[in-house]
């Protein structure tokens, strides 16, 4: 009886002792999206560059036509529209 009645007063506290530890959600950042699409169009436009090169093609020509094909591909993300 006297365990049992125990284990029923530190239940509660042992499921309620996360919640004061971290009361607030960190703050989003709003351009970790922009930076996550940036960095995926960099990596794929140097492969797809090198790849092209891989068949002969000129480095400049090559890199354009890898952006050309990335923003074909990939037109829905904000990446695709910037410079």
Not at 6 to 12: G, M
Not at 16 to 31: Q, S
Not at 52 to 74: C, V
Request: charged share 30%.
């Amino acid at each position: 009886m006297k365990r049992s009645l125990i284990f029923l007063l530190l239940l509660p506290l042992a499921l309620l002792a996360g919640c004061k530890h971290n009361p607030k959600k960190p703050k989003e950042n709003p351009a970790a999206a922009s930076e996550i699409e940036e960095g995926f169009k960099q990596r794929w436009v140097e492969k797809r560059a090198a790849d092209l090169m891989a068949l002969g093609l000129r480095p400049d020509l090559s890199r354009q036509q890898a952006i050309d094909e990335f923003r074909e591909r990939f037109g829905y993300t904000h990446a695709a529209n910037n410079k």
